[in-house]
């Protein structure tokens, strides 16, 4: 349960707290919701597995930030290609294809910023409520089944392949 101060829309989460989704084989918790920051801004924290990727996509609602808290990641934005470790950020404006693959041999957790917020309803559609906080099951067919028709809703384009392992 969030902390919320008496005055003004103050919004405190502890570790462990906020509204748990697993999708794409991933531990989503949400730590600020879009309407909690009256629309400029969502942030999720998110737990990958070792492998764990993204197709390249775009974003045409937000820009997107990221800050590695643990793990390492292969980061592809446009045509440039980076290597992420902890304590590493990326800023990607709207509308920039981008894609990553987590490497390495241990879960990578990062901090994902959506600006304007709202990013986090597409994982709530395509995903299912965590019952627990640990990493889910492999995404099933009906999930993936799901992205095609909810990702336009979110003003997401899904443009090509995940990066190669």
Known sequence: MAEVAT????????????????AVGSLFMVKLAVEESGGPLSVMQVVSLPGGATPMHGHHAEAEAFYLLEGEMTYQAGEDVFQLR????????????????????TPAKFLA????????HLYR?????A???ILPPPPTPEEFGRWPAAAPKYGLEL???PLPE
Request: hydrophobic share 35%; aromatic share 8%.
């Open 7 to 22: 005055r003004g829309q103050v919004i405190v989460r502890h570790q462990d707290e906020g509204e748990a989704v697993w």
């Open 86 to 105: 902890s304590g590493s950020f990326v800023y990607l404006p709207k509308d920039v294809p981008h894609r990553f693959r987590i490497r390495g041999t």
């Open 113 to 120: 910023v959506g600006t304007p917020g709202g990013v986090e």
């Open 125 to 129: 559609e395509v995903g299912i409520p």
């Open 131 to 133: 019952p627990e906080l």
């Open 159 to 161: 443009l090509g392949p």
